[in-house]
């Protein structure tokens, strides 16, 4: 049985992956993650490092974070509970999608997944209380590498569905991008 459905978004190389639970009357069981069901975008990547958050009020973003290079990652995300809006933004140099950004809901009732290739910002607004998302990544986090856009550049202008009720103080303090920015070069 085929557990995942692999759809293009609007950005090159992103992909939305929906799972396919098995369903009866005692719940489901349904497969996050298999490296050869996923073989045709995952390639040979490893998953290096799992990650799982919870974000406790409605409204909250996170992010927009990113790896530099040589530490660029591939991510996988789902919401394990709740609802998201899931936001990735093209980073890399070259680029026909250079900046432009893609949003997803995520949750619990839709059972998708973002595959986010190497080379792209990722973050995401709370839409309810209590969302948990969990992260695979192809590599493991490096804090010197870490980086960040911030959330409300104009020049990004994401459309947020609510309110911004909360962002950490690091994601507040990402600057705003100049025209030096030149991107990711991978």
């Known amino acids: 049985m085929k557990r995942f459905n692999v759809a293009k978004s609007s950005i090159n190389d992103l992909r939305v992956i929906h799972r396919?639970?098995?369903?009866?009357?005692?719940?489901?069981?349904?497969?996050?993650?298999?490296?050869?069901?996923?073989?045709?975008?995952?390639?040979?990547?490893?998953?290096?490092?799992?990650?799982?958050?919870?974000?406790?009020?409605?409204?909250?973003?996170?992010?927009?974070?990113?790896?530099?290079?040589?530490?660029?990652?591939?991510?996988?995300?789902?919401?394990?509970?709740?609802?998201?809006?899931?936001?990735?933004?093209?980073?890399?140099?070259?680029?026909p999608t250079f900046l432009h950004w893609h949003g997803e809901i995520l949750s619990e009732k839709n059972h998708r997944t973002v595959c986010i290739p190497e080379g792209f910002a990722h973050g995401f607004q709370s839409l309810t209380d209590n969302c948990e998302l969990l992260y695979l990544h192809t590599t493991t986090y490096s804090p010197d590498a870490e980086a960040g856009l911030n959330a409300l550049d104009a020049r990004l202008a994401i459309k947020w569905p609510m309110p911004i009720t909360e962002r950490s103080l690091r994601d507040k303090q990402h600057t705003m991008l100049t025209s030096e920015f030149e991107g990711l070069f991978l």
Do not use: W
């Not at 990547?45 to 409605?58: C, D, E, F, P, S």
């Open 20 to 95: 396919q639970p098995i369903s009866d009357e005692r719940g489901y069981l349904e497969r996050v993650f298999c490296s050869d069901e996923l073989k045709s975008i995952i390639g040979q990547r490893n998953v290096m490092q799992i990650n799982h958050t919870l974000t406790g009020k409605a409204g909250t973003v996170r992010g927009m974070h990113f790896q530099h290079p040589p530490y660029a990652e591939m991510k996988l995300v789902s919401c394990l509970r709740g609802e998201v809006f899931d936001v990735s933004i093209d980073l890399r140099n070259g680029s």
